[in-house]
């Protein structure tokens, strides 16, 4: 499966941003989906995930602020970024999980295939 995540940019804090993740190769409804991000110096940490079935989790930094959508003729994963904070300032990148005889998983080492990452800058 083959991912490309795109939408990524500058906003002001408090703004908005929806990333978008497209997947070829395999249907999106068929596995679990995540979107990381990895700021300068930091190691990259789970955003939000969606499972196969369409359970969702969220990092607790995003929680209220973010939603992670799926849209299955499309074959894409959505990532809407509300209220935006300087804090939330990293690249940006999805994954999918195909593992999905276990729950969806929140850790790097859970996910098999990446996208490229798109940047995000919040200033404040």
């Known amino acids: 499966v083959q991912l490309q995540a795109s939408g990524g940019g500058l906003v002001q804090a408090g703004g908005s941003l929806s990333l978008s993740c497209a997947a070829s190769?395999?249907?999106?409804?068929?596995?679990?989906m995540g979107w990381f991000r990895q700021a300068p110096g930091k190691e990259r940490e789970f955003v939000a995930g969606?499972?196969?079935?369409?359970?969702?989790s969220y990092g607790y930094s995003v929680k209220g602020r973010f939603t992670i959508s799926r849209d299955s003729a499309k074959n894409t994963v959505y990532l809407q970024m509300n209220s935006l904070k300087p804090e939330d300032t990293a690249v940006y990148y999805c994954?999918?999980?195909?593992?999905?005889?276990?729950?969806?998983?929140?850790?790097?080492?859970?996910?098999?295939?990446w996208g490229q990452g798109t940047q995000v800058t919040v200033s404040s």
């Open positions: 969606v499972s196969w079935n369409g359970g969702t």
């Open positions: 190769g395999r249907a999106v409804s068929n596995y679990h």
């Open positions: 994954a999918a999980d195909l593992r999905t005889s276990r729950p969806l998983g929140l850790g790097v080492n859970e996910y098999d295939y």
